[in-house]
């Protein structure tokens, strides 16, 4: 028991012998590691690498999307996550943010309070507490106060992004994925974003997917660099950048001769 | 070589360019050309009958004089119990295949047989009509056997607007949605059916438009040559604008020229009514961007 406890706490998540299909086409193959709890882990790679479908088989997306097969065990907090009976309670301890900023049609209130609504909080003060709180971590809340009624989805892209990281906080997650969230976003508010990871991490576990190696090498603890389906290396990120790395493709890749 | 660099080949490509221009408006006008002749010529024949009796009064004398009251009031009860039926069906439906169903070989079978079924041509769902719901579920010929099969000829309609519209809302919207823990039900209906609902009613009035001027389909499940009373109950034959205007025309003689250009003219202002009705209402949720 004392053993199992102390497993838990060595690792956030567990991930054994991933692999990720989509119909014949294999798009992660055997991906085994670990990720500590309240580390930022860093994904880094050339695109078509598996970053994403990994981050869609940890909250069980695949699901949700025709033809995708992930087998495998990616264990959150020591349970598999298949094993979950009740997949959306298993979502909601999941934050997610997309490379391209999803601010749903709804008010900018709305977009923030919809995910405490699915899980049962319906009282106003309560919503506006919430609302207020993950508005100002996510650095949004002196720009929108005056109209969290105004559709969230015509806010410029770098309030979404902002946006979404306060929908993801309203979830109240211990894990938080995001995908390659600057992508869209000016180099301030990416900035900014980058800020908030750094105080997140005290109260949860980031994974960060990016395909900028300077944004891994300023956030990320250790950092995982996946190559066409392949986890090359995973180490911490001062090693990889130090260049004690184990793998040839993982320099090539960081001193920029691919991807 | 004009002035300011122009080439000949610049000088051919405008010429070029506005003999396209006007082929394609010359095509748009011939096409808009038959609608103001046939539009034109009912009001020039028919609007000498037009007056409020036309509207509020039964037809008297063997069909040849009074008004339309029936058929109009038969019509409008034809349509309410035909989109009663095939409104919730349709969406339903629509809902299932492009939110639930997965993306397979059933799906994609069931798909291609409702853009076939839009295919039918409305005498043989006419038939099916009567062999289904005159006869099987013996509602007679009535407004019920007449509406319904109405509903499954216009359900195809239903079907294919409704899921054009659902699946106009972008994927990354459902994907968010789920990923906040939302199941397929709170995503459809917190996101996406409020931002289709617009086209869904454009669909639904679509057919609405086209159920009005349907004739075949009703002509031996429920709709009748001539009634006495308006209808009082969905068990009732009713009169309709479109075979009324086909009996005026053809069963009867002794009709003055009149009577059956006004019937038509009535018929199409219903149709256009609904699709400008359909078109402003389109316009108006377009005016409000969401994303």
Same mark, same amino acid.
């Given at each position: 028991?004392?053993?199992?406890?102390?497993?838990? =706490?060595?690792? !956030?998540?567990?991930? #054994?012998?991933?692999?990720?299909?989509?119909? #014949?086409?294999?798009?992660? !193959?055997?991906?085994?590691?670990?990720?500590?709890?309240?580390?930022?882990?860093?994904?880094?790679?050339?695109?078509?690498?598996?970053?994403?479908?990994?981050?869609? =088989?940890?909250? &069980?997306?695949?699901?949700?999307?025709?033809?995708?097969?992930?087998?495998?065990?990616?264990? @959150?907090?020591g349970t598999d996550v298949r094993r979950w009976r009740n997949v959306y309670a298993l979502r909601r301890r999941i934050g997610v943010v997309f490379p391209l900023p999803v601010g749903l049609p709804l008010s900018i209130f709305d977009n923030v309070a919809l995910s405490p609504r699915l899980r049962g909080v319906h009282d106003r003060a309560s919503l506006e507490e919430i609302v207020e709180r993950c508005l100002t971590r996510a650095a949004l809340w002196d720009e929108v106060k005056d109209r969290l009624h105004s559709l969230g989805s015509l806010l410029s892209g770098g309030q979404q992004q902002r946006l979404t990281i306060a929908?993801?906080?309203? *979830?109240?997650?211990?894990?938080?994925?995001?995908?390659?969230?600057?992508?869209?976003?000016?180099?301030?508010?990416?900035?900014?974003? #980058?800020?908030?990871?750094?105080? @997140?991490?005290? #109260?949860?576990?980031?994974?960060?997917?990016?395909?900028?190696? *300077? *944004?891994?090498?300023?956030?990320?603890?250790?950092? =995982?660099?996946?190559? !066409?389906?392949? @986890?090359?290396?995973?180490?911490?990120?001062?090693? @990889?950048?130090? &260049?004690?790395v184990r793998d040839r493709r993982t320099t090539d890749y960081l001193e920029g001769r691919f991807g | 070589m004009s002035a300011f660099g122009a080439t000949d080949l610049d000088l051919s490509n405008r010429r070029r360019?506005?003999?396209?221009?006007?082929?394609?408006?010359?095509?748009?006008?011939?096409?808009?050309?038959?609608?103001?002749?046939?539009?034109?010529? $009912?009001?020039?024949?028919?609007? +000498?009958?037009? +007056?409020?009796?036309?509207?509020?009064?039964?037809?008297?004398?063997?069909?040849?004089?009074?008004?339309? $009251?029936?058929?109009?009031?038969?019509?409008?009860?034809?349509v309410a119990v035909a989109l009663f039926a095939s409104v919730p069906l349709g969406v339903a439906a629509a809902i299932y295949l492009s939110e639930y169903a997965p993306d397979n070989l059933l799906t994609r079978l069931i798909n291609l047989a409702i853009i076939n079924l839009a295919g039918v041509p409305s005498i043989v769902h006419a038939l099916f009509g009567v062999g289904a719901f005159v006869l099987f579920f013996d509602f007679g010929t009535s407004i019920l056997a007449a509406s319904l099969t109405l509903a499954v000829m216009t359900l195809p309609v239903v079907i294919v607007a409704t899921r054009e519209s659902l699946q106009a809302v972008p994927q990354a919207f459902r994907e968010a949605s789920w990923s906040l823990g939302a199941t397929r039900w709170q995503t459809i209906r917190r996101i996406v059916l409020p931002n289709s609902v617009s086209g869904i009613l454009t669909g639904v009035i679509l057919e609405v438009s086209r159920t009005v001027g349907e004739t075949a389909p009703i002509m031996f499940t429920g709709a009748t040559f001539y009634v006495a009373f308006l209808p009082m109950s969905v068990f009732d034959q009713t009169m309709a604008m +479109?075979?009324? $205007?086909?009996?005026?025309?053809?069963?009867?003689?002794?009709?003055?020229?009149?009577?059956?250009?006004?019937?038509?003219?009535?018929l199409i202002a219903i149709v256009l009514l609904l699709n400008s009705v359909s078109i402003a209402f389109r316009m108006v949720l377009r005016g409000k961007k969401k994303w």
């Open positions: 028991m004392v053993e199992v406890e102390r497993d838990t =706490a060595v690792s !956030k998540l567990e991930v #054994e012998g991933l692999t990720i299909r989509y119909g #014949e086409t294999v798009a992660l !193959k055997d991906v085994s590691l670990d990720v500590r709890p309240n580390e930022i882990l860093g994904i880094i790679g050339p695109a078509n690498s598996g970053k994403t479908s990994f981050l869609r =088989a940890i909250n &069980r997306m695949d699901e949700m999307t025709d033809g995708m097969h992930v087998s495998g065990r990616i264990a @959150l907090d929908r993801a906080l309203s *979830q109240e997650p211990d894990l938080l994925l995001l995908d390659e969230f600057s992508i869209a976003v000016d180099p301030v508010t990416t900035m900014r974003i #980058e800020d908030i990871l750094k105080e @997140l991490r005290e #109260e949860m576990t980031i994974i960060l997917v990016t395909n900028l190696v *300077q *944004q891994a090498r300023r956030l990320a603890d250790r950092t =995982a660099f996946f190559l !066409k389906g392949d @986890l090359v290396e995973v180490g911490p990120t001062e090693d @990889l950048f130090m &260049r004690r | 360019e506005r003999a396209f221009r006007g082929l394609f408006g010359a095509m748009t006008a011939l096409l808009i050309l038959p609608v103001i002749l046939i539009l034109g010529m $009912l009001v020039w024949k028919g609007h +000498s009958v037009f +007056s409020l009796e036309f509207f509020l009064a039964h037809p008297r004398n063997g069909m040849t004089e009074g008004g339309i $009251l029936p058929a109009l009031v038969g019509t409008l009860y034809l +479109s075979y009324h $205007l086909y009996t005026i025309t053809t069963q009867v003689p002794g009709v003055p020229e009149a009577l059956p250009f006004a019937v038509a003219l009535t």
